[in-house]
């Protein structure tokens, strides 16, 4: 069984700094696909970022990067000129591709501060 | 845009007491899971389906039971609550399997058992 590891329970940042999340996971599998997702108070499960692990190239979105490892199976999230909209939990995700269907194994999450 | 809608958000059961939770989605996916969230995890998969009619096992199905009787419609069942399943659970469905189709969420279900 696939699992996930996110080993900062909580990382505080000040705004405008760069913070980075690490997550590591362990699967036998050759292809599969990495997330970042995000919590808010609100409590919603917000999608931050995807990778697909056939691809070298690491995936952006905006003021969020991953640095996508392969053979040391890491998984980071780099957010880039930190913002107050950006504390909540991030917990970091992985599925296997087609076959079954079976869902996302998430790590435990990490809760990011963010300090005015 | 509805998406995905949950329906109860919040309710307190007693021990033993029964019932369930409605999924409903939009968004013609076939594919749609339940999880539970508890204080200090991730999300972990109960049941999920991958398609009307049909339902598997997640990670932690025990003390649930689920029904896909309609494609937009996921339910999740306790026939006898317990304090155990005091937790939050979370709704997902997703149009397939891809990275490219990711899972959609509910806003949730706080569901405390006393």
């Known amino acids: 069984a696939q699992t996930v590891t996110q080993s900062q329970p909580e990382m505080s940042v000040q705004e405008a700094e760069t913070v980075t999340l690490s997550c590591t996971y362990d699967t036998s599998e050759s292809d599969y696909y990495l997330f970042w997702y995000k919590q808010p108070p609100s409590r919603q499960m917000i999608l931050v970022i995807r990778?697909?692990?056939?691809?070298?190239q690491n995936a952006t979105e905006n003021r969020f990067s991953v640095n996508f490892q392969k053979a040391a199976k890491s998984f980071s999230l780099k957010i880039s000129d930190s913002q107050l909209g950006d504390a909540a939990m991030y917990f970091c995700?992985?599925?296997?591709?087609?076959?079954?269907?079976?869902?996302?194994?998430f790590g435990k999450g990490t809760h990011l501060i963010i300090q005015p | 845009n509805a998406g995905v809608t949950q329906t109860p958000k919040f309710r307190v059961l007693k021990t033993g007491q029964s019932m369930t939770l409605l999924c409903a989605q939009d968004m013609n996916h076939e594919y749609m899971y339940w999880y539970r969230q508890d204080p200090g995890m991730g999300l972990r998969l109960i049941h999920y389906s991958v398609g009307e009619g049909t339902t598997a096992k997640g990670e932690v199905p025990d003390g649930y039971n689920v029904s896909r009787l309609k494609k937009q419609n996921f339910l999740l069942g306790l026939e006898s609550a317990a304090p155990s399943q005091t937790s939050v659970y979370f709704c997902a469905s997703s149009r397939g399997t891809t990275s490219n189709q990711p899972q959609h969420f509910g806003d949730g279900t706080r569901l405390s058992i006393l």
């Open positions: 995700a992985y599925r296997t591709p087609g076959g079954g269907a079976d869902g996302l194994t």
């Open positions: 990778q697909e692990a056939y691809k070298q």
